[in-house]
T-cell receptor, first 115, second 113 residues
Framework: GESVGLHLPTLSVQEGDNSIINCAYS??????FIWYKQESGKGPQFIID?????DKRQGQRVTVLLNKTVKHLSLQIAATQPGDSAVYFC??????????????FGKGTKLSVKP | EPEVTQTPSHQVTQMGQEVILRCVPI?????FYWYRQILGQKVEFLVS????????KSEIFDDQFSVERPDGSNFTLKIRSTKLEDSAMYFC???????????FGEGSRLTVL
């Protein structure tokens, strides 16, 4: 069935280090993936997205990598800052089966940044 | 920066009562969504709405749930007879296009006693 999940529930990094958050998906028909950041008490906030015709996309301090062969998605955060502390979700948005594009979220990885 | 706003931020209700959660999507957006997040769990899709009708709903969105766009700005989620398991954070989201980026509100926390 369709599912998007995460390898690690928590990740603790030192301020200034790079962070890598991983995600696995099971539906090979998925064609669009998004990373969201959720701070405590707030709604998910878009970070970066990638389409299935790409394998890498860069934003400001963030990079998303997509490996379709093994159905794996990762989010890299460069020079992690205390403000990056949050729960990170990957989400899948498939244009298959007549879906209007609802998001299927993974379980989330909590990133803690130590000063 | 335009944002999705939701009210109330927190509502406590008794089991069996009706609850209406309100959302004001971003003004030029055409697609509207409700998601929920049970404490400590992942965000789950409930329903999408476009052109004044439901375009898709999940198995969670049963007959106890309904959505409405009563005027040009509000988008509401009604739970007809709340159950304990309806306790969750409910997020409204909107997007400009079908495949566009979703913008989420800050959520309405529903506590059913």
């Amino acid at each position: 069935g369709e599912s998007v999940g995460l390898h690690l529930p928590t990740l603790s990094v030192q301020e200034g280090d790079n962070s890598i958050i991983n995600c696995a998906y099971s539906n090979s028909a998925s064609d669009y993936f998004i990373w969201y950041k959720q701070e405590s008490g707030k709604g998910p906030q878009f970070i970066i997205d990638i389409r299935s015709n790409m394998d890498k996309r860069q934003g400001q301090r963030v990079t998303v990598l997509l490996n379709k062969t093994v159905k794996h998605l990762s989010l890299q955060i460069a020079a992690t800052q205390p403000g990056d502390s949050a729960v990170y979700f990957c989400a899948e948005k498939g244009n298959y089966g007549g879906s209007q594009g609802n998001l299927i979220f993974g379980k989330g990885t909590k990133l803690s940044v130590k000063p | 920066e335009p944002e999705v706003t939701q009210t109330p931020s927190h509502q406590v209700t008794q089991m069996g009562q009706e609850v209406i959660l309100r959302c004001v999507p971003i003004s030029n957006h055409l697609y509207f969504y409700w998601y929920r997040q049970i404490l400590g769990q992942k965000v789950e899709f409930l329903v999408s709405f476009y052109n004044n009708e439901i375009s898709e709903k999940s198995e969670i969105f049963d007959d106890q749930f309904s959505v409405e766009r009563p005027d040009g700005s509000n988008f509401t989620l009604k739970i007809r007879s709340t159950k304990l398991e309806d306790s969750a954070m409910y997020f409204c989201a909107s997007s400009e296009a079908r495949a566009g980026e979703l913008f989420f509100g800050e959520g309405s926390r529903l506590t059913v006693l």
